[in-house]
């Protein structure tokens, strides 16, 4: 059972993930992190570059893949939320004597 401070922490944290998700526009993904969500998405035109000499050629004469990631606003909201309820929660809860 988790005692009356990790919930305190658990709470204050998402309090601040959801502060920093409502103050960031987007973010922009690195390139192995970009071909990793095409890997998972099933999108091989990227991040197929293979060993061959096409591969080599569009790894040098096309730019870098990068996504551009905008969470919506609500995502924020909810974190924020969620984790006043939890570090409220946390408050009310009795001492450990």
Same mark, same amino acid.
């Given at each position: 059972?988790?005692?009356?401070?990790?919930?305190?922490?658990?709470? @204050?944290? #998402? @309090?601040?993930? /959801?502060?920093?998700?409502?103050l960031?526009?987007?973010?922009?993904?690195?390139? $192995?992190?970009?071909?990793?969500?095409? +890997?998972?998405?099933?999108?091989?035109?990227?991040?197929?570059?293979? $060993?061959? #000499?096409? /591969?080599?050629?569009?790894?040098?004469?096309?730019?870098?893949?990068?996504k +551009?990631?905008?969470?919506?606003?609500?995502?924020? #909201?909810?974190?924020?939320?969620?984790?006043? @309820?939890?570090? #409220?929660?946390?408050?009310?809860? $009795? +001492?450990?004597?």
């Amino acid at each position: 059972m988790l005692s009356r401070n990790r919930y305190f922490m658990i709470g @204050v944290l #998402l @309090v601040m993930f /959801g502060l920093q998700f409502r103050l960031i526009q987007s973010f922009v993904l690195n390139e $192995p992190a970009t071909r990793t969500l095409m +890997k998972l998405n099933k999108d091989a035109s990227v991040a197929s570059n293979g $060993p061959d #000499l096409a /591969g080599f050629i569009q790894e040098v004469a096309v730019p870098r893949p990068t996504k +551009k990631v905008e969470p919506p606003r609500w995502v924020g #909201l909810a974190l924020v939320a969620f984790g006043a @309820v939890i570090t #409220l929660h946390a408050v009310a809860m $009795p +001492k450990r004597e």
